[in-house]
């Protein structure tokens, strides 16, 4: 695809060199267009046509883009030039059409070009004024820094003025956006706005360089995460991290205990070392925004001492109760036995004890049975008992 962009209106320019003093009128080139803004990377045609005396037969045509020659020499053909002669096709012909298509220009070849032509009768024609070339390659122009909310306008610029038919196209991150205009309006630019931008024009191959849109914005969604669990035992701490989406990142952080006005810590991190709902609040130059509330819960060693405490005298209370029933169950038993003690010749020696007590009936009671009943009974009574069989 040929494409070129023209930048002044067609006007036809004839600028005439007169050499061996022929008629000026009759020698003459002509292009279509003296100025040329062009695409870096894209083919332009500089269309031409050049007239001469009839009579003349044309022995040479072709494009310079040097006029400084020495008297002598010719000027030096495009075509033979490395720079030129694989891009440079000359789509005219030796009557009157000296149109030429550059492809690939660079904005090295922004410059004047003239057409040149030579007759037989020795006639050399040069325009005085060429067609002036303008490469330009895109640059989108935008502020560095915008604020969100801000107005922001994105132009995608050229070093010349490009026609008017060009359609631009706009792309953020490598993804096209609808625009066709070299102008990208933000009436109130959002963080989603951000991006590398670029642009291009229709039919070009061309794609400017990206250019970073940054925005910034005050905290958003600022959170408290908590490293490890909530729970903690008095003594230890527990850490507190604030997080938040701001430009450019808050680093500066309050930190607030539900219900106290004061701030009880700042940085990004916090040890809490009591119990409570904790919030951090994150700033930076654009504003400021707090998270919603933690719960803290220390459970103090006094608690655990308490529980154990609890468990402990339950435990011993449970013991004393069983033990406690234990001994009246037994107690019951021994009264019926004490009851029935003439029948039985031989008991248990503590109940004995206690029966003999009450119940003086002694046949069948051994010296050590009332050894242990000793420091209940007046031991007088005893002296002169025999070991075994004493009786009252
Ligand atoms: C070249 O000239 C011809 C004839 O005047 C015109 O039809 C054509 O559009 C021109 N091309 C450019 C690229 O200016
Ligand atoms: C290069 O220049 C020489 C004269 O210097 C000429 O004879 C020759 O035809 C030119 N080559 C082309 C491709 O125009
Ligand atoms: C000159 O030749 C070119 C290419 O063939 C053509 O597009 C252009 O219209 C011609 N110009 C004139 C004035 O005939
Ligand atoms: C481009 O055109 C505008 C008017 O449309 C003019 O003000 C400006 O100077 C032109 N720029 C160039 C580089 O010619
Ligand atoms: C698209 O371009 C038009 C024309 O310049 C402009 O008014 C409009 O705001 C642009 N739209 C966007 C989304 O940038
Ligand atoms: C951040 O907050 C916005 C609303 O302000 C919400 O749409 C978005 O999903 C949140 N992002 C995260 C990662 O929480
Ligand atoms: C979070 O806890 C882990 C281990 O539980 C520790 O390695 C890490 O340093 C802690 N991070 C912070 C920010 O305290
Ligand atoms: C955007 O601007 C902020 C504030 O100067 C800066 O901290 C941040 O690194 C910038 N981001 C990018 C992607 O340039
Ligand atoms: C942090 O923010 C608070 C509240 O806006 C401010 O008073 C304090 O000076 C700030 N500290 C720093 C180091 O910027």
Not at 156 to 166: I, Q
Not at 302 to 322: F, K, Q, R, T
Request: a neutral charge; hydrophobic letters at 30%.
């Amino acid at each position: 695809m040929v494409t070129s962009v023209r930048m002044a209106p067609p006007l036809p320019l004839i600028f005439l060199l007169m050499i061996h003093g022929v008629s000026s009128a009759d020698w003459g080139v002509s292009y279509s267009s003296s100025h040329i803004c062009a695409l870096k990377d894209s083919s332009v045609i500089m269309n031409c046509t050049y007239t001469y005396p009839t009579g003349h037969q044309i022995k040479r045509v072709f494009w310079t883009k040097t006029k400084d020659k020495k008297e002598t020499e010719e000027f030096p053909d495009l075509s033979n030039d490395t720079e030129y002669s694989q891009r440079l096709q000359y789509l005219g012909d030796k009557q009157q059409n000296c149109t030429i298509r550059l492809s690939h220009v660079t904005l090295k070849d922004s410059h004047m070009y003239y057409f040149r032509f030579t007759t037989d009768k020795d006639g050399k024609w040069i325009g005085k004024i060429g067609v002036t070339l303008t490469v330009t390659d895109l640059q989108v122009e935008s502020p560095e820094r915008v604020t969100e909310g801000d107005s922001v306008r994105l132009t995608c610029k050229s070093s010349c003025n490009l026609t008017d038919r060009a359609t631009f196209i706009w792309y953020r991150n490598s993804q096209k956006i609808l625009n066709e205009s070299n102008k990208l309006n933000f009436k109130s630019v959002r963080r989603e706005d951000a991006g590398r931008y670029s642009c291009a024009v229709h039919g070009h191959n061309h794609i400017s360089p990206a250019v970073q849109l940054n925005v910034t914005y005050p905290p958003r969604n600022v959170s408290v995460l908590i490293n490890g669990s909530g729970e903690i035992v008095s003594g230890d701490s527990v850490t507190l991290i604030c997080s938040s989406d701001s430009n450019p990142p808050a680093l500066n952080f309050s930190w607030f205990k539900e219900n106290e006005s004061s701030a009880v810590g700042s940085g990004q991190s916090f040890s809490a070392l009591q119990s409570g709902r904790f919030y951090c609040q994150a700033h930076n130059q654009h504003g400021s925004q707090r998270s919603d509330a933690v719960t803290v819960t220390v459970k103090g060693h006094l608690v655990i001492l308490y529980i154990s405490i609890g468990v402990v005298c339950g435990a011993a209370v449970i013991i004393m109760m069983l033990v406690w029933g234990i001994r009246r169950m037994k107690k019951r038993n021994d009264t019926q036995e004490s009851q029935m003690v003439d029948s039985r010749p031989h008991h248990d020696r503590h109940k004995a004890c206690d029966v003999e007590l009450s119940n003086p009936v002694y046949e069948n009671v051994t010296a050590d049975q009332l050894d242990d009943c000793k420091p209940e009974l007046n031991s007088s009574v005893y002296e002169n008992l025999p070991q075994n069989n004493k009786r009252l």
